[in-house]
């Protein structure tokens, strides 16, 4: 994954293992003037530290097993659900041997928790705030680019897959406290996001302060989610499109 490469270290790593004996073997063959000495092959090249090297690659191969387990647990978890995937159903979809799973994780839980986090860092919902800062339009009109940029990313996904953070929720709630906390740092952290723009708005003059920016946030959000939920269930964008058209022309009006 980083652009490293191997080869001078395992050569070297390969010369160090046989030089004693390949540089008898020069010296007995060697012809030339004897100032000159023997050839010698093992010398490790000039600011290369094996030791340290040799950890770094070992280290950075852990990592990348590490994270193809994440990733590929992070696709498999969302699509297929906590309860129906097994350890070994992630590690043949990273690629690993089923034995790996254990050297970088406690248990599936544990992945689980970590995944919601990945998700969080990289999901559309998340990587989309960014344009809700841009200040150059106006917030609500921000708002609404940002919702409808999710729901056409949403009708596009043909699995239906929903949202991580809602399966999460409906599916282990009662079940692993670990990955319900997780879930609640999200959403949490999702709407004081979409708070920050509902705030901007009430203070132009765009939107009542009748409710503070937090609680119509934390609103949205729900509503965003039970849509996106009913919309998995009917295989429809109807529902998507309901939650736009009530909260742009009645909630946030």
Known sequence: MLGVSCWPIVRSQHLNRNSQPLSRCLAATWRGPRRQGPLSLHKTPKGLDKSKTTGHIMGMARLNVREQLLSAGLETLHRRGFNATSVQDITEAAG???GSFYNHF???E????????????????????RALRDTKAAPLTRLRKY????????????????????NFACELSNQSPLIREQVAVAFAEWSDEIAVVIGEAQRVGALSKDLPPKALAEFLINAWEGALLRARVDKDRAPLQLFLKVTFSKILS
């Open 96 to 98: 690993v041997p089923k």
């Open 147 to 166: 919702f409808e940029g999710l729901a056409d990313r949403a009708l596009k996904t043909e699995s239906w897959s929903g949202c991580l953070l809602a």
């Open 106 to 108: 406690e248990s599936k």
């Open 110 to 129: 544990a992945l689980g928790a970590e995944a919601v986090i990945k998700y969080r860092e990289a999901s559309d919902a998340w990587t989309a705030t």
